[in-house]
């Protein structure tokens, strides 16, 4: 019998999208593994239909998010979903932006808010799949976010994916927004059972500032079928 992976990434299956290619990657090298994926995304992508994998789209309770998300709607069920959501995306969501932006002091590329959706979906696949493996993986840090929220509610190992470190030089991050980031990649950590970097570089840099999780971190690069982790 195969093995079941949630793979969490809120882009997949998205032309000219950095992280959705990423992601693709990530999915291409699964199935060659003999895997059966379950890949829990955003709207903001098209629905992935091929074999041995399924595809649950979750949108964004944020009111920006759900703006964009809505440009995806495909079908009559979507269009009906997003009308269900617009009195909460208008209301708590403006709240969730604008508290987003008086913390952060601008708007975050996280897609923080996509977890409030995302993780009862993830509970409900991890329950009724039994799922052996919980990926997630990014671009946003709102799917380690989830993925971190899933340990609490099952036993099953978390690896994590960074395709950029989520702060350093060079990542563009304001000094409040690193503070934070700093904060999350040790919570991270903690919860994680492998913390993957797509470079050695970066992942020697992050066993220099977390040495007590150092055995934790990987650099895998993007695209290795034999992944040792």
């Keep these: 019998m195969k093995k079941k992976i949630l ?4 882009w997949v299956n998205k032309t000219g999208n950095s992280p959705g290619i990423m992601a693709d990657d990530k999915i291409h090298s699964l199935l060659k593994l003999n895997y059966k994926i379950i890949v829990l995304s955003s709207f903001d992508c098209k629905k992935i239909k091929k074999e041995n994998i399924t595809h649950f789209r979750v949108p964004s309770i944020s009111l920006s ?10 079908t009559l069920q979507d269009l009906i979903l997003f009308i269900c959501m617009l ?3 208008i209301t708590f969501g403006l709240f969730l932006n604008i508290l987003e932006i008086i913390l952060l002091k601008g708007k975050s590329g996280g897609k923080w ?4 959706l995302a993780l009862p979906i993830a509970i409900f696949i991890n329950v009724i799949y039994r799922v052996d493996i ?3 993986t990014g671009g946003p840090a709102c799917s380690h976010l989830t993925g971190i929220l899933i340990t609490f509610f099952s036993k099953k190992k978390l690896f994590s994916q960074l395709q950029d470190p989520l702060f350093g030089k060079g990542i563009g991050r ?3 927004s690193s503070n934070y980031l700093r904060i ?3 919570i991270l950590l903690k919860r ?3 913390l993957i970097f797509v470079t050695k570089t970066a992942a020697l840099e992050a066993k220099r500032r977390n040495h007590l999780f150092k055995y934790k971190i990987k650099g895998i690069y993007t695209g290795a079928i034999k992944q040792k982790i």
């Design 7 to 10: 793979l969490i990434s809120y």
């Design 65 to 74: 998010d759900y703006l964009i998300e809505s440009k995806s709607i495909l």
């Design 87 to 89: 009195p909460l995306a």
């Design 113 to 116: 808010f996509w977890f409030f």
């Design 134 to 136: 919980i990926f997630s």
């Design 174 to 176: 304001s000094s409040i």
């Design 184 to 186: 999350f990649e040790k």
């Design 192 to 194: 994680c059972h492998k």
